[in-house]
């Protein structure tokens, strides 16, 4: 077990666990290749390469799992939610997960089309894309997900809203997502279906702030994730920056659901502490207390993913 860590904040030294992170590991980029035809492996390393702020990652996922370790200690970040980011990646995140496993929790991207239970076991939260793949979050073929969810002391994480993946465009593959399967009050009924499983809506609904809200509140077990640069907030009718972000959240779902995240994914970029930092200052200017702070940064994804050595 190793010593907690504890990064610099305006509150003093608090305990930091992101919850979005996405591991963007060899099988991962491999998977990529095979979705473009006559695109190679060795063309998507060389295209990458082609910019110096990309790194291609190492063959074995516990690898790249020390470079993820070794910058979390440089930032001093006691924790991070890893992203199997493409659909049968999970074995990535879940080796990272045996080489440190006091330092990552592990998530995978699902496609609920071909659910495959067998493949998580050790994944704690399934994150669903039904903009990418097709699929409206009313339809019955996410009931095996939210199952999967409750009977283990699980989470679902749901993307809603605008879906730019920029990897995505640098290999000129294409990102035909729909947006007609992006609204959050498409998640209400499953929210209410199972209120013990609790529900993560990223980027406060990238875009549909306002149904995010409405969701929330109506759904106890809605949690919104803070990660990203939130550009979001370009397409709000009102102008809105990140402290007024934040104020209605907290008015609405309180210090007790917001998770905070990066979205942080490559290297040698690494972990995005500015992300932290303005988010840290926009609450302390909003007069968060420190205790809400550390709900905010850390504890909060704790209290819903309690630690488990099933891996």
Known sequence: MIEMLARQSPWGPIRVIDAHVHFFSYRFFEVLAGQKPGLTLDAVRDALLKKPEWQFPPHEPAQLADQWARELD????DRAALIASVPGDEASVLAARRA????FLGFSMVNPRAWNEAALV??????????????????DLVHPVFEWAAQGGRAVFVH????????????????????????????????????QVPIIVPHFGAGY??????????CSNVYLDTSSSNGWMRYQEATLDLRQVFQKALDVV??????????????????????????????????????????????????????????
């Open 122 to 139: 050790g994944i704690r939260v399934a994150c669903l894309f039904p903009a990418m793949h097709g699929y409206s979050m009313r339809e």
């Open 160 to 195: 809603c809203g605008v879906l730019s993946v920029g990897v995505r465009k640098r290999l000129g593959l294409p990102s035909a997502f729909d947006l007609r399967y992006s609204n959050p009050v498409d998640l209400q009924g499953v929210a209410l279906c199972y209120p």
């Open 100 to 103: 440190h496993p006091d330092r």
């Open 74 to 77: 440089r930032h001093g970040v």
């Open 254 to 311: 309180g210090a007790e659901r917001l998770l905070f995240g990066t979205d942080s994914s490559f290297f040698p970029r690494g972990w995005q502490y500015p992300i932290f930092e303005d988010q840290a200052t926009a609450l302390y200017e909003l007069g968060v207390s420190e205790a809400d702070a550390r709900r905010i940064f850390g504890e909060n994804i704790l209290r819903i993913l309690p630690h488990s050595a099933d891996i």
């Open 209 to 218: 702030f306002r149904e995010t809200l409405m969701l929330a509140d109506l």
